[in-house]
Every structure is written in C-alpha cells, then in structure tokens.
C-alpha cells in the first residue's frame, strides 16, 4: 500500500497535487516518466506522469486534473489514506542534452510534467524558458516553481485575466518575433495544443519534444492499446515513449483513439454517482 | 403455494446451477423456448405420444412450456433425457402428493455433482434432495466431462464445463490399462507418474491421487483444465486409436478440485533451509512452478511481478470461462504456504536490474516475463479505433473484470460484428469471450484450415458449439474505416494451401482477385506475441536470439550472464503452459545444483545456444 503523505489543491476547481510514498520508485524514476496507480480493487490502471520525485523522502508528485471516475476518486482521498497498487517507473527514459535553449510549452496539467522535465533540461546545462497557459488565472499552476527553475516564464490565459492574453502559440510566436534563438521545443499538455505547437514548430523548423498520453492498461508494453503513429511507424507510448518528436506524431489518429471509451467513461461516472 | 409444497421437490435450474442426464452427462439445462427463462429440458411420453417439455423456474412455483399438451396434473407415463433416451424416472418411489414419476437428474454443485429426484408435474421447488450418485454406465469408450448447455454457456463467464463427478472418475480411471511401459508418462513435459494416480482414482484414494500428482506438478487444477492433453500424454495413451485414450485432463483437473474442496490440501514437508535466495522474475506458470520446486528444496524464493495481480497469463489471458480465477488463486495461495514470497507491482527491468537483485543478496536469478508484447500484422488501417489486440481485449475482460464494468471501473471494446484474426488458443478464447461480452456474431479469420489450427481441440470444438463462425483459408489485408476514424470492414483474400514451409505446415498462398469485405464494428487481433522488452533495459549483457528472445545455452536455460537462467516463453516464444513448467523443472534441477555444489564459475562458453 502507498500512502498519501501530502494533498494540495492547487486550483479551485478540480487541480490536485498528491504527494505518495514510494521510496523505490522516488529513486529510481527519471523526467518524463511514469506510474501506473490502482486505486482499489475494482479501479482501472491510470497511468500518470510524475510531476516530481523526491528521493530522500522517498516520495514521488502527481498532479492531475479531474475528468473521471478514476481520477475523481483519487481526488477525495485524504493524506493517511494509501492506494492498492503504484507500479512504476515506466517509459523510456529520456536524455537531456545540453542544446542551448529550450522553450517548453505547458497547458492545463501538463504543466507539472513540464517542470519535471524541464528540471532534467535545466541540470543539462540549458537556458529555460517556459509558456504556461490555462483558461483564466485561477488555473493557472505552478507558476512560482517555474519562475524558480526557469530563466524566463511567460504565462497566458486565454481570457486575458492574466499575462498574454490568448494561448500558448500565440507567445511562442511572440518570442520567435522577437528574435528569440531557440533550439528545442518540449510541449506538454492537451493534445489539440500539442498538436498546435507543432504545426507552429515545423514552420520555424524548430525541433519538438511531445509528451503522449494516450489509452494504456499495462504500462508495460504488454497490450498495445497506446500505439500511436509516429513518422508512419507504430510505436507503443508505454514503452518506446511516452515522449516522440512532435513533428512525426500523427495527432488526429491520436485524438480519434482517445476516445474510444469515451461513453464507457461517462457510465462508469454516472453508475458511481448513483451508488454514491 | 401450497400446491407446490404437496409435491415431492423438483429442480431449481437458476444461474449457477446446471442439470445434466445421469446416463450421457449431457446438459439438460437449456435456455426455454421463450428465449429468456432458463429451463430443464426433458423428453416426456404420454401413452405413445412423447414431446418436450420445459421446466422453467418462477415464483408460482414452475413454469411450463413445451411441445406436449401437458393438462393439470396429469402424470406422464415415462421421463426420458432428450440426449441419449435414457429413463430418468426413480423406479423406487413416485411422487407423494400425486402419485407422479419422479425424474431424477444430477445436479453440478459447488464441489460434486449431486444426484436430485423431483416430481414432474409439479413443476419446480427448492430443496435439492441428494442421493448417492449413480455409476456411470459401463463402457469401454472414453467419458465426456459434463458441459454446460452451448447456448447458455454462451452468455456468461461462469466454467463451461462441470468436471467429472465420483463416479465418471472412478469409471474413467478403469479404463487404463496400467501399461507397464506408460507412453503418457513421455508425453507430460513435467512427468507427472499418471499410471499411479490413475490408480489410485480407480480405489477411491482422490486425495492421494492429488498428492501424487503434486510431487511432479504444483499446479493441478491450473493443468488440468489448460494443458493440450490431446497433444501430450493423451497422444501417446495405448487406448487412443481404440476406444479413445483416457481422459487424462479430466481426471486431473478432478483430484485436484477434489483435494481443493474437502480442505484435504497438505503442506507436504519442506528441506531444511540452505541459506541461497533465488528471484524469480513472472509470476506465470513457468515462475510458478520454479518457485514451488526450489522453495521445496530449502530455498528462499521471491517471485516478482509486474501486474498487480498474481499469475501471469493466467490471471490476464486465460479467460474465467475456461480458467476460474478462483483456481489460480488457490493455487498461488499453495505456494504461499509452502512459503514461497510475492511481490506484485515489482516491474523488473524499471523498479530493479538484475544488479539490484544481486546487490540485495539474491545467489540466483530465474527470468520467466514471458511473451508479452502482441504483434500486429502491419496492415493498412492498424490503428482505427475498435482494432485491438487479443492481449488487451483478455487483459481488459480477465484481469480488469470488464465484464463486471461499471462495477468494475474498465471498460472492454464491445462490437456487433466481431472478427478474431489467428487460430490460437488466445484466438479461441478471444472469440468466445468476445460472444460474452455481447457480440452477435463473431467470426475466427484463419489463413489456413481447421486442421492446422494451433488451438486444443476441445476449444475449436466448444467455440463452434456456441456459434462462432469460421473462415478458413482467409487472410485480412486491411482494415477499413469510417469518418470518425473507426473499423467497418475488414479486407480479405482467399488463400489455397502450397508446399509446407519452415513450421511443416502447408504455407497458405493468396488466390489473386479473391478479395473481399467483411462488415466488422471489432477486430481482435491474435497472430501471437513476442518478447516483451521491458525487463531487457535492466539486464545489460543479456544474449538474445534474432527474434529478440533470451538465449540460453542449455537445456536448463543457463544464459550468457552468470547466475542467471531463463525459461518458459522469453526463450521459446509463445508456446503452452505446460511446456513453461516442463522447462521450469530442468531449471529448478540445475538452480539446485548449481546452489548446493558451491559453484562459481558459469561453464557456458563450451555450450550451444539452445
């Protein structure tokens, strides 16, 4: 069992920051890679990627936003509570080279895998900025960690309460525009964005790192439902990525196969409201 | 209500409970003509009339439907099985209330099969009033396993067949001939000695029978019910060209669920401990087995697992249907008592490398992940939604219990229209799983004929049964798709059979032109597995072969590093449970050893790779 040591809500809607105990896998995990949770005996396998790991407490850092049954349970629960079963590190693990610049680009709760890996860019010897993007302000999370990582943050918010006002691409052109010289792009968050980062990122010819989240049970490259296409191969996100070069990943395909499930999903929520 | 209680009881023939003809084991337990109730089919005569009639239970106390006007009480004059023709009435008593026949059928219970007597006329009633069950008739040819009725089956995931009862077990184990050169004994990858527990059968000792076993295999039950018999001791049974071979399988898996019923299961004596520690990385059958060997023999054993459940392919693949859950985890929990230790979530080659393992003061290291990463064909339109392969539909259904979902959080792909690509045993239970989950038609794609399929012949046989059609000689080329992005058709050819070709199978040869569509809303993909490379990333050094599998330099799976053996499908590729634990066994031997002898050096160099 994994207990929760730490719970913070980071926006006020539905943000949740978990802190678990799993001093293994706190030393072990990499940037970029993942877990797989099981909440109970009857829960799915959800795979989330670590947004930190703290390997003298031996804790590692989820941040995840509702959409779910899953996930929505995993909110309720409190710190002392534990969860059945945390199997991880999976994903291959990534290299960070020293490239010169690297943007990365996060929305929603990518955000928080972003500054994972980002953590492995800075270490690498890189210059660091980062664009965070969310709906409005209160949405807006992790901006102080960031600010503290990184060489330069640009927020934005597509209401324009805060920051640029639009969304991600609009400030990733707005540094281009300025003459800003970047090496490598890292996008991480709803897949229509990363999507529109890389329409944006072929056109400067600039290299970009995209971080898939897509269908998984196993995480262990065991049952092939997180096969993407990527450069017209395919590959398994669990166990080749789940970061691929944003310029050969077909999205649309992407997009159609997330869901899959997407009415099951609803009923699993709606039979769970009912029971309580 | 009353009325009901005047009779002497009849049957109650609900979920779970199953009746079937005393004399041919068939399954009297049908879905009634209403389509909807389940009911005991029976054959009844009235003076030179007879029809069927069709018992269903209710709450008024029996339904009745059939073929035959059957007026109020009126008893029939003789109750026959619509199988084999055989009388079922009690000759001893009739009914008390209304002088009636009274029909006796067995009735499957949660541990033996129980004889019931009930009045037909009344209908239906609840207690079951158990009787000594009848010998089987006497017969030179082979005993069938009773079997749940195909179209009922067909619906859910409760065990399709029942096992033999006392009786069929004590008859079918009077036909070995007690060879005194026992073949079948050859033919079994682990050597089980099947004369001796046969016999054993034959004096009514089931629990010695069970143990006997036990000292050759750790997984009975497990065996029992998945191993191709037909293509192993069965084969080579004296009786199979005459009046078939005995029913090795059966009687198997019936001592052990025997043993397992009566609490009678033993912790059979341990060595002294040795001291040397051994990881075992799978918790699948070839895992399994090595555990229970070398924990035998005074070693420490830890098994560790990726999942979160323990068991290998046979907690996620082998579906409840054919493999009851239940079964795996009794026998897991056996090798818990005989003190072997688990660790699931434990993703060997992420969590630990093979360095950790020793560095944590493992002596030996037994690599059994299996073959765990499906293939696909590389066709056109592989990743449209609903194209899945057979390892995730089974790991959805059987492990994640989708079939239990929304109660279960995971939910399956459901389809109208089902196609199964490949003609495995994964294939089989793809199809049969999938006519579970709620498919009306579900259709095996094979590219060669039926004689060539792979799957244990009882699969084939009980897959056609509950009505999944076959396509021979026929090959998928693409997967067409709608708009949204998911499959609609699936693309085939027609194939004839050329010369054989590296397998010895005849190689199927496309007939040009022959293509065609076929209108599919699922496809399960179940052309095999290969070697899953996730432990690789911690095990530098590792050899392995073309096909990415782990060299091993002899028969007992030593590899290229020190200290560390391999077995089961990480070496052979996909193959059958029991073959994993054949070579689980030399391993274990060679482990043994290799630990006792004090051995240091690793002498492989001279070896052949395997």
Same mark, same amino acid.
């Given at each position: 069992m994994y207990s929760i040591v730490d719970r913070q809500e980071l926006t006020k809607r539905d943000m949740i920051s978990l802190t678990i105990e799993a001093p293994v896998i706190a030393r072990r995990i990499r940037p970029g890679q993942f877990v797989i949770i099981r909440i109970n005996e009857t829960g799915e396998r959800v795979p989330l990627t670590v947004a930190y790991a703290d390997a003298v407490n031996g804790t590692i850092k989820i941040i995840f936003q509702v959409v779910g049954k899953s996930t929505a349970l995993l909110a309720s629960l409190p710190v002392g509570e534990a969860i059945k079963d945390l199997a991880g590190p999976l994903g291959a693990v990534m290299e960070f080279e020293n490239v010169g610049t690297v943007v990365g680009i996060g929305g929603g709760s990518g955000i928080a895998v972003l500054h994972h890996l980002l953590i492995g860019y800075k270490e690498a010897g890189n210059r660091v900025i980062s664009i965070i993007g969310a709906r409005e302000k209160a949405l807006l999370i992790l901006e102080d960690e960031m600010r503290e990582l990184c060489d330069e943050v640009i927020p934005t918010t597509d209401d324009g309460?805060?920051?640029?006002?639009?969304v991600v691409t609009d400030a990733l052109s707005g540094l281009v525009e300025h003459g800003e010289r970047l090496d490598l792009a890292v996008a991480v968050g709803p897949l229509v964005m990363m999507r529109a980062v890389c329409d944006m990122t072929k056109l400067y010819d600039l290299p970009t790192i995209v971080s898939l989240n897509p269908i998984m049970i196993d995480g262990t490259g065991m049952c092939g439902g997180c096969r993407c296409t990527v450069g017209s191969e395919t590959r398994f996100a669990c166990v080749d990525g789940p970061h691929f070069d944003g310029h050969k990943v077909d999205f649309d395909e992407l997009i159609r196969r997330n869901t899959t499930y997407s009415r099951d999903e609803r009923m699993s929520l709606l039979s769970s409201v009912r029971r309580g | 209500m009353a009325e009901r209680v005047e009779h002497d009881g009849a049957v109650v023939t609900g979920a779970g409970l199953a009746a079937y003809c =005393? #004399?041919?084991?068939?399954?009297?337990t049908v879905l009634g003509p209403s389509g909807r109730d389940v009911s005991l089919h029976l054959t009844v005569r009235y003076g030179d009339e007879t029809g069927d009639l069709f018992l269903a239970p209710s709450a008024e106390g029996g339904r009745r439907s059939g073929s035959v006007h059957l007026c109020g009480k009126t008893a029939p004059d003789d109750v026959l099985c619509p199988?084999?023709?055989? #009388?079922?009435?009690?000759?001893?008593r009739r009914c008390r209330a209304c002088g009636g026949p009274r029909a006796r059928v067995l009735v499957a219970g949660v541990r033996q099969a129980r004889l019931s007597a009930f009045c037909v006329t009344a209908g239906s009633v609840s207690a079951l009033s158990g009787e000594a069950t009848p010998k089987p008739a006497e017969r030179e040819s082979r005993h069938r396993m009773p079997e749940r009725d195909a179209v009922l089956r067909a619906r859910d995931f409760a065990e399709v067949t029942y096992g033999f009862d006392h009786g069929l077990a004590v008859a079918e184990a009077a036909r070995c001939l007690s060879c005194k050169k026992p073949k079948c004994v050859e033919g079994c990858p682990v050597n089980v000695d099947i004369p001796a527990f046969i016999a054993q059968i034959k004096e009514g000792d089931f629990v010695g029978a069970a143990r006997t076993i036990k000292k050759r295999n750790a997984l009975p039950a497990i065996c029992g019910r998945v191993c191709p018999q037909d293509q192993q001791c069965e084969e080579l049974c004296t009786l199979r060209k005459k009046e078939g071979s005995v029913a090795i399988g059966a009687l198997e898996r019936f001592v052990a669920d025997f043993e397992r019923g009566t609490d009678a299961v033993a912790i059979p004596p341990r060595a002294p401990h040795t001291g040397k520690r051994v990881a075992v990385v799978g918790s699948g059958p070839a895992g399994l087995t090595l555990a229970a060997d070398l924990v035998q023999l005074g070693h420490g054993v830890t098994v560790y697992e990726a999942?979160?459940?323990?068991?290998?392919v046979l907690a996620y693949g082998i579906p409840e249907f054919r493999l009851p859950k239940e079964v795996v985890e009794a026998e897991v929990s056996y090798l818990r008592h005989l003190g072997v230790r688990f660790e699931v979530d434990a993703v060997i080659g992420k969590l630990y490398g093979l360095d950790d393992l020793f560095a944590e003061g493992y002596d030996a290291v037994y690599l059994?992940?299996?073959?765990?990463l499906p293939i696909f064909l590389g066709l056109p339109g592989e990743n449209l939604c609903n194209v899945v392969s057979a390892n995730e539909y089974l790991t959805r259904v059987n492990l994640m219990k989708a079939y239990l979902f929304p109660d279960y959080d995971t939910p399956a792909p459901k389809g109208t229209s089902v196609a199964v690509v490949g003609g495995g045993n994964v294939a089989m239970d793809c199809a049969r799983t999938a006519l579970r989950m709620g498919s009306r038609d579900v259709t095996v794609v094979y590219r060669r004929t039926r004689g060539e399929m792979p799957a244990r012949a009882e699969e084939i046989v009980h897959a056609e049964q509950e009505g999944v059609t076959f396509r021979y000689l026929t090959s998928p080329v693409r997967y067409v798709g709608d708009e949204q992005g998911w499959v609609r058709q699936l693309e085939c050819v027609t194939m004839k059979l050329g010369a054989p070709d590296a397998s010895g199978r005849p190689r199927p040869i496309p007939i040009a032109g022959s293509a065609y569509l076929l209108n599919v809303d699922l496809v399960l993909v179940a052309v095999g597995a290969g070697p899953n490379p996730t432990l690789f990333s911690g095990c530098e050094g590792l050899e392995r072969s073309e096909r990415g599998y782990i060299r091993t330099f002899d028969d007992a799976g030593?590899? #290229?590093? =020190?200290?560390v053996w391999a077995g089961g499908d990480i070496v052979t590729g996909s193959a059958t449970v029991i073959l994993a634990m054949g070579a689980a066994r030399l391993a274990a031997r060679d482990i043994h050893a290799y630990l006792t002898a004090g051995q240091t050096e690793w002498p492989t160099s001279g070896g052949r790779p395997a």
């Open positions: 309460s805060y920051g640029v006002h639009g | =005393p #004399s041919c084991r068939e399954a009297l199988h084999c023709g055989a #009388s079922l009435v009690d000759g001893q999942l979160h459940k323990l068991g290998g059994a992940t299996g073959a765990g030593r590899t #290229s590093l =020190p200290r």
